[in-house]
Structures are given as structure tokens and as C-alpha cells.
């Protein structure tokens, strides 16, 4: 019995990251039946989603810092 998944929305950056390049790897190396192929495309789009959430909270929290600091 194999462990369920990590919810995509309880991955830190580095864990969505990691988990997505083991994905396109499985998906590049093929021989993956249909429904086996369409569950990673699925599951790796969420995490190319959780990681552009990331990506922009970061993003948003950088300018909030050098907002503060030009005031």
C-alpha cells in the first residue's frame, strides 16, 4: 500500500518544485498507460499552480519591503 499524495495546497515551494520536475520526467520518459499519463499532467499542473502562488506571494511581500522601506 503506497502513501496518498501531499495535497498540492500543503507543498511548500521547494516541495511542489521537486515533486513537478519528477512529474515531466515521468511524462518525458513515457511508456505510462493513458489514465496513469492524464493523472500526472493533472497532478503537475496543480503544482506548476502552487508554485506561480509561491512565486507571486513572494513577489507581493518583496514590493510591500521596499515600499515601507522608500516611505
Do not use: F, K
Amino acid at each position: 500500500m503506497t502513501d496518498a499524495p501531499t495535497p498540492v495546497d500543503q507543498l511548500s515551494y521547494e516541495d511542489a518544485r521537486d515533486e513537478l520536475s519528477r512529474v515531466v520526467a515521468a511524462l518525458e520518459h513515457g511508456g505510462l498507460g493513458l489514465d496513469e499519463s492524464l493523472a500526472l499532467w493533472e497532478r503537475g499542473e496543480a503544482l506548476a499552480t502552487r508554485c506561480t502562488a509561491h512565486l507571486e506571494g513572494a513577489r507581493a511581500r518583496i514590493e510591500e519591503a521596499l515600499n515601507e522601506a522608500d516611505d
